[in-house]
């Protein structure tokens, strides 16, 4: 018990200490990259089932919020995914759950830039952790499986070997990505909604559960999306780069 003491007092230590933040051209390369990876289509495809994970998190964590039975999560391939839960059909419960999908990314990456900009990577990164080990426990497919040990993984090794430089580096990176690739969905859906039928989607199914329609939750989507990314950058863009630009 005494030995486990000091590396629990270290590791809330490492967890609660600020780290400083980065040059500010190291903070909009990360943003350049992120917006490579999510404007180029093949990078896209294969880095578009993070974007999925949040999403179906935030239906799963909004169906838990409203009381509704969450009986499990799917990702796919193909890099789409499905929450299915079960309670009434209809009411505030089935709306928020079915709102909470296109937003999450964005919302979760809003987050994210709070911490980083505070100096928090290490709160952040285990921040994660935790979400992808309680997703763990309800996902229903071993694709799904697959792709979240993966990310933990990862996750895990970028904690414990590499040096803080490189963590803050990659936090700013994958906030970025958050807060870029949460945008470009809802606008493939947009898209897709001109060119065919959508009545499964997030938004076909809140204009079935309310009296507005689907373009009014794109547009809604889109403002929540577009909002986050501004707030989110204005809290990672450092000082000097700010006085730089005068």
């Given at each position: ?22 040059s ?5 390369l ?28 935030g ?20 890099t ?38 505070a ?66 969905p ?28 689907a ?30 630009l005068?």
């Amino acid at each position: 018990m005494k030995a486990v003491t000091p590396v629990v007092t270290d590791f809330l230590a490492d967890l609660t200490t600020p780290q400083p933040m980065p040059s500010w051209w190291i903070v909009l390369l990360s943003a350049g990259v992120a917006l490579v990876v999510v404007w180029q289509s093949t990078a896209w495809q294969m880095s578009r089932g993070l974007i999925t994970i949040a999403h179906e998190g935030g239906h799963a964590l909004a169906a838990l919020l409203t009381r509704r039975k969450l009986e499990g999560i799917r990702l796919h391939s193909d890099t789409s995914g499905v929450t299915l839960t079960r309670g009434r059909p209809s009411g505030p419960g089935m709306i928020f759950t079915a709102l909470a999908g296109y937003i999450a990314p964005s919302l979760l990456g809003l987050a994210g830039a709070g911490l980083v900009s505070a100096g928090y990577v290490t709160i952040l990164i285990w921040s994660m952790l935790l979400l992808l080990a309680c997703m763990l426990l309800m996902i229903r497919n071993l694709f799904g499986v697959a792709i979240l040990v993966a990310v933990g993984g990862g996750l895990l090794v970028l904690s414990i070997y590499a040096p803080p430089e490189i963590q803050a580096v990659t936090a700013h990176a994958s906030v970025w990505f958050l807060l870029l690739g949460g945008i470009r969905p809802i606008l493939e859906l947009r898209r897709k909604r001109r060119r065919q039928r959508t009545p499964d989607s997030d938004a076909d199914q809140l204009a079935r559960l309310t009296l507005l329609p689907a373009g009014f939750y794109i547009a809604y989507f889109l403002l929540v999306a577009g909002a986050s990314l501004l707030f989110g950058a204005y809290l990672m863009v450092p000082l000097d780069l700010s006085d730089l630009l005068g």
